[in-house]
C-alpha cells in the first residue's frame, strides 16, 4: 500500500481528502496539527508522500516542511495552498516541497500529483552507461543517487536530483523549462513553469559559489537553462 500523510487541521477537507486518497488505492495516515504529522512521519518510514496544509493551529505547513527536510531528504512534499496565496507556492517551494496544489483542488489533480510524486521519490535510478558522472568539481553517482563537488556532499531532495541527473546527462545543452517540467513533474502535469525556477534557484544556492553570478547552471533567457562544468 501506498501511505500518504494528510496533515490538514479541518476535518471535513481531511475526512474528504482520506476518503477520496482510499478511493484512488493510497492508505492515508491522518493528522491533524504540524507536530502530529512530524511525529508520524518519524514513527513510520513507509510513508512516501505528505500533503501539508500551511494554516494550522502550532506549527504552520513550511515550517513542518522545512523541519521534515531537515531529517529527512526522500519524502515527496506537497503543499496545499489557499487560492490566490501565489507567494503560498513560492515559500513553499524554496522551504522544500515538491509541488503544491491550489485549494480548492479536485479529486482527480491531487491524486495525480501525488501518482507523479510516488514515482518520483521511488524511482529506480535511470539506465545510464555509467554510475558516476564527473563534470568539473562535480561527481553524480546514479546508483546511489548522490552529489559531490570537490568530494563533499550536496543533500540534494529527489525533485533537485532528477534535475541534476538531465542536466549532467546533458551538459552544455539548452535544456527548456517545458522539457525539465515535463521529464520530472511529469507529462501530465498542469501547474506553472515556475516550480522549475524555483528549484533551480535552489539548487544554485546549493551549487554555486555565487548563486546570484552562476557558473554551473546558466539561464537561457526565454527557453530554459543550461547546465556547463
Ligand atoms: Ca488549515
Not at 522544500?96 to 483542488?105: L, M, S
Not at 546511489?144 to 546527462?169: D, H, P, S, W
Request: aromatic residues 6%; hydrophobic residues 40%.
Amino acid at each position: 500500500m501506498k501511505k500518504v500523510l494528510i496533515l490538514e487541521d479541518e476535518d471535513s477537507i481531511r475526512s474528504f481528502v482520506v476518503i477520496n486518497l482510499r478511493r484512488a488505492g493510497f492508505e492515508p495516515v491522518e493528522a491533524a496539527t504540524g507536530q502530529a504529522a512530524l511525529d508520524a512521519l518519524r514513527a513510520d518510514p513507509e510513508i512516501r508522500v505528505a500533503l501539508l496544509d500551511v494554516m494550522l493551529p502550532d506549527i504552520d505547513g513550511f515550517e513542518v516542511c522545512r523541519r521534515i527536510r531537515a531529517e529527512d531528504k526522500n519524502v515527496g512534499i506537497i503543499i496545499l495552498s489557499a487560492r490566490g496565496q501565489e507567494m503560498d507556492k513560492i515559500t513553499g517551494l524554496v522551504s522544500g516541497a515538491d509541488d503544491y496544489v491550489t485549494k480548492p483542488f479536485s479529486t482527480a489533480e491531487l491524486t495525480a500529483r501525488i501518482d507523479a510524486l510516488y514515482r518520483r521519490t521511488g524511482e529506480e535510478p535511470a539506465p545510464v552507461r555509467t554510475d558516476e558522472l564527473r563534470q568539473g568539481p562535480f561527481l553524480l553517482n546514479t546508483r546511489t543517487r548522490v552529489l559531490e563537488k570537490n568530494g563533499e556532499r550536496i543533500k540534494l531532495t529527489q525533485t533537485e536530483y532528477a534535475l541534476m541527473q538531465i542536466f549532467m546527462l546533458n551538459p552544455g545543452t539548452a535544456i527548456s523549462r517545458e522539457e525539465l517540467l515535463s521529464d520530472v513533474w511529469g507529462r501530465d502535469y498542469d501547474g506553472d513553469d515556475k516550480v522549475v525556477d524555483v528549484n533551480i534557484r535552489r539548487l544554485r544556492i546549493k551549487l554555486e559559489e555565487d548563486s546570484t553570478a552562476p557558473q554551473y547552471l546558466s539561464t537561457v533567457w526565454g527557453f530554459g537553462y543550461q547546465w556547463n562544468a
